[in-house]
């Protein structure tokens, strides 16, 4: 069984401040993680994909996000936000064998600041 | 490259009324399918996914249906909607397999009155 559990559904920050959204996940294999963003009334796009190649993982926009397998964590930062960084961000968990259909988190909604 | 699709963007209906969303997907060969929902303030919900033509596997009891007819053709249908059936329903595809990135469509706004 699979989980993740975003911590905060809504984080809020001043432009050029540090983001941190933070996911925990629960796997009993090792897991793919991945980070999705998204805009109001749109889909969801994808940010950055853990795969094990290695535990800090660079995505789009300038965010990054690193695997703690010791915290089951995977937190998403950005050094300074920007105002177009403001949407919902989903945090999602697969497993490597049986069932490969990710599990979502609640999202958590960034608002930011001018 | 890949591509997805699906329409109406946006609709309205009675209650009672049916319901079809369609989804496509351009680029690829047999890939899984998938149809989310979201509720205002809520997260994803998986409803349907497949894996190949014509293998509906349904997560959530509910009076929705899916279709997949086409090797990248997925269908979600009502026969009769129901007031909590209003949401963002989202159409997605991955490539068959695990760890592979699920990529979404641009959603469909489903209002019923």
Redesign the interface.
Known sequence: AQSVTQLGSHVSVSEGALVLLRCNYSSSVPP?L?W?VQYP??????LL?Y?SAATLVKGINGFEAEFKKSETSFHLTKPSAHMSDAAEY?C?V????GS???T????TSLIVHP | SQTIHQWPATLVQPVGSPLSLECTVEGTSNPNL?WYRQAAG???Q?LF?SVGIGQISSEVPQNLSASRPQDRQFILSSKKLLLSDSG?Y?C?WSLQ???????????S?LTVV
Do not use: D, H
């Not at chain 1, 009334?41 to 994808?46: K, S």
């Open positions: 793919y991945f999705y009334n749109q889909g969801l796009q994808l994909k795969t989903f999602a697969s497993a490597s064998g490969y259909i990710p979502f988190g609640r999202g | 998938y809520r997260g994803l998986l996914y963002f989202l997605a397999g695990a760890g592979n990135t699920i990529y979404f469509g641009e959603g706004w």
